[in-house]
């Protein structure tokens, strides 16, 4: 239950794990904040808690400019949304800091964003992405030469050190290599990750789960490719069909899905899909229904290490006494699923 202790405990402790659960509102100040805002806190009798924004503006409270509750969490802010488009316009364009400071953005601000949401600068991410776009051209049968000039280098010589700094072997070796490519999606719950390769998703989880780091080393060595910030045919389908998931109107997904694992492991992901929009099903439910009744504990960890959040709808699994039990994304991200279904169902 969230208590108005735990509530409040949240917002002092800025417990990424609460957002979206809830809305805090100053009497003092009347601001409504984030559980996560870094603002100084209130005193526990001067806050008010709401589930949603609207019911805080219907109460008359202001959004704090400090944690911008009005936004999504983790949103793309839209000058770094402009400088993406662009680059994927052209690849071969090269933002220096003087181009930045022409736009009217300051290059320290934009080089902490991509370090923060990247983990790398904003112009090791361009090199990324004329590499990324070079080995894509090459994979499809285009010399060498051609996908180096286009991508905007200037040098074989150039784009071969950088190529094999990457990928560890030289372009013209290259065609054996994959690339996973991975971009940032904005949702209602927050802002994920997603993966794809040529044969579709590979991976959708929120940016804040603990065991993402881990699932990405797993998957690179599997398919013994290579991460790189980039764009990938299918992630326009996914963010439309997400899109209109949050908005109510879709209840399948039809994006490919590449989903690497054990037998095991694929059995149990294939039989999460067919749990029914706004329906639960038990983790010894699920064990019956792959005539496995002893596996429900290896049916839950099959259930934990599904990489593909809300097409692969693990969420939809509970306990046999009704308790919503783990979930990668949060408890309180599967309960607001859960009931989003329900309500839409």
């Not at 402790?13 to 559980?35: L, N, W």
């Not at 911008?68 to 800091?97: H, M």
Request: proline residues 5%.
């Amino acid at each position: 239950m969230l208590t108005r202790e735990r509530m409040y405990q949240a917002i002092v402790e800025k417990d990424p794990s609460f957002e979206g659960s809830f809305i805090t509102a100053v009497k003092t100040t009347g601001i409504f904040c984030r559980p996560t805002c870094t603002a100084r806190k209130p005193k526990l009798e001067n806050v008010e808690f709401f589930n949603t924004t609207a019911e805080a503006l219907k109460k008359g409270y202001r959004p704090c400019k400090v944690c911008c509750p009005l936004e999504r969490n983790g949103e793309t802010p839209a000058f770094i949304r402009d400088v993406l488009q662009a680059l994927q316009a052209d690849p071969s364009r090269k933002f220096n800091d003087g181009d930045l400071l022409q736009k009217g953005i300051e290059p320290s601000k934009i080089r902490r964003w991509f370090l923060k949401n990247h983990g790398i600068t904003f112009h090791a991410y361009q090199r990324m992405f004329r590499i990324n776009t070079a080995f894509k051209k090459i994979q499809e049968g285009e010399p060498v030469t051609s996908a180096a000039f286009d991508a905007g280098y200037e040098s074989l010589s150039g784009f071969g050190d950088s190529f094999k700094s990457v990928f560890g072997v030289s372009p013209s070796n290259s065609r054996q290599q994959q690339v996973i490519n991975m971009t940032r999606l904005e949702t209602p719950l927050g802002t994920m990750f997603a993966g794809a390769v040529e044969q579709g998703v590979c991976l959708l989880e929120f940016t804040d789960r603990k065991i993402l780091g881990t699932e990405l080393k797993a998957l690179s060595k599997m398919l013994n490719a290579h991460i790189i910030p980039g764009h990938n045919h299918h992630f326009t389908q996914l963010q439309q069909e997400l899109d209109e998931y949050f908005a109510g109107t879709r209840k399948h997904f039809t994006v490919p899905l590449f989903t690497p694992g054990t037998p095991f492991q694929q059995s149990v992901w294939d039989l999460l899909q067919t749990i029914p929009y706004g329906t639960t099903r038990s983790y010894k439910g699920q064990a019956a229904a792959l005539n496995r009744p002893e596996a429900i504990r290896a049916v839950a960890a099959a259930n934990g290490m599904n990489r593909i959040s809300i097409i692969i709808p693990c969420h939809r699994v509970i306990g046999e006494d009704g308790n919503l039990t783990g979930y990668g994304g949060g408890i309180f991200r599967k309960k607001w699923l859960l009931d989003f279904e329900r309500a839409n169902g």
